[in-house]
């Protein structure tokens, strides 16, 4: 049972991350700084970056919403 | 699988008395919680991943689910009744949903990645799109021609604005007055029925409460943070630390607020404070959450099992 109650909390961490970002990730990735890690990520991603200011309000909304959701 | 899943039910439905205080010999009031209902199970389908709940005067639940694209409506025993939404951006659907709030006769919902605040009506229909063109962080509706959002300013401050049910903006409250960086004003709230704004600070240890015409009555901290973690990110430096997650308000205009990273029990510890700011209590959830929310009957909701839980708590008050 804790087995897979670790493995769906890990699933479901890894796609609701996916979808503040936008981007695909390991598991191995969900610890202590992930949305700092995440929203680096974000800074940099070209999409992004095309988009000029909307594109980081973007990142910065998906990294304030990891901070109260995700990180632990 | 389904009659394990029925057995975990009974068990979390099983009456649960927390007993909930750090500060013992020093709380003004005491606060347990009756858990009295719990829906979603990390082995059956309810919920996968909420984000955003609401309940209403009949006791129905609902319940915005981020990794199911779509709004979920409970009855009081916690049975799926209906559900609507789907992936997209089009009307009524959703590709990452997150705030959710009702009045008498809708639910406003919103997404992180479309600007706006669509309407539902209590069967689910999609009714309409209230424009707004800025990314929001918290939403609360007292009725459906007073809609209040916390509005992102980044990079510059941010701001509470009320609006009725066009979108046409009846006030705005600059909350913050100084650029401190980014981030650094991002806040949940609520709203009394005098109309004055309770705000918990994300990253700094800040509670206020404001009146409707901008005016400060009263600024606490009670985590004893003076300096504020940073971390240089991109181009930009971001706070870490989240001292505040989340606001609520009871019956009685007691203030629930959600503690972060600095509390003893990281996203479990809710300080209960007096209308006036003062310390009352501190109670500690049985599991973490990123939310807070109390419905007009007093009923407390939070999350459990990483958000695949919803679990509704009476609360108890000595």
């Known amino acids: 049972m804790e087995k897979k109650r670790q493995k769906n909390r890990t699933i479901a ?8 970002f936008g981007m695909g990730i390991g598991a191995g990735n969900l610890q202590s700084g992930i949305c700092e890690d995440a929203v680096k990520e974000c800074f940099n991603d070209w999409y992004n970056q095309a988009w000029g200011y909307f594109g980081t309000v973007y990142c910065v909304m998906g990294y304030a919403f990891c901070k109260k959701y995700i990180d632990p | 699988m389904m009659k394990n899943g029925k057995m975990f039910r009974r068990a979390a439905a099983v009456v649960l008395i927390v007993p ?31 984000t955003g709940v609401a309940a209403d005067r009949d006791g129905f639940i609902y319940v915005l689910d981020g990794l199911d694209y779509s709004l979920k409506k409970f009855d009081a025993k916690g049975k799926l009744v209906k559900k609507a939404g789907r992936k997209g951006q089009g ?37 309409k799109r209230i424009p707004f063109s800025a990314p929001l962080t918290d939403l609360f509706v007292r009725s459906d021609e007073t809609i209040a959002i916390v509005v992102m ?5 941010g701001k509470i604005v009320v609006m009725d049910g066009s979108g046409r903006i009846q006030t705005e409250l600059a909350y913050y007055e100084k650029d401190a960086g980014p981030m650094m004003d991002s806040v949940s709230a609520a709203l009394d029925g005098q109309g004055h704004f309770y705000l918990a600070y994300l990253f700094q240890d800040r509670i206020e409460r404001w009146d409707q015409r901008g ?36 019956d009685r205009g007691r203030l629930f607020v959600l503690a972060g990273k600095h509390a003893k029990n ?53």
Request: proline share 5%; aromatic share 12%.
């Open chain 2, 20 to 50: 909930l205080s750090i500060f013992a010999a020093e709380q003004r009031l005491k606060v347990s919680i009756q858990e009295i209902l719990s829906i979603g199970a990390l082995d059956d389908e309810a919920i996968f991943q909420w």
């Open chain 2, 153 to 157: 300013g980044f990079p510059g401050p």
């Open chain 2, 215 to 250: 005016k400060r009555l009263w600024s606490k901290n009670l985590l004893g943070i003076k300096k504020v973690e940073m971390k240089k990110i991109g181009d930009y430096v971001l706070p870490t630390e989240v001292c505040y997650k989340d606001i609520s308000l009871d």
């Open chain 2, 91 to 127: 009307p009524g659907e959703f590709l990452a949903p997150r705030l959710l709030a009702c009045s008498e006769d809708f639910l406003y919902a919103t997404d992180q990645t479309v600007l706006g605040i669509s309407v539902f009506d209590k069967d689910l229909q999609f009714k």
């Open chain 2, 266 to 318: 990281p996203s479990r510890d809710v300080y209960v404070l007096s209308p006036s700011g003062e310390w009352l209590s501190t109670l500690t959830l049985p599991d973490t959450t990123h939310c807070l929310y109390i419905d007009r009957q007093n009923f407390l909701y939070v999350r459990a099992n990483e958000g695949i839980t919803l679990k509704k708590y009476r609360l108890i008050y000595e």
């Open chain 1, 13 to 20: 961490a890894a796609l609701l991350f996916c979808l503040v």
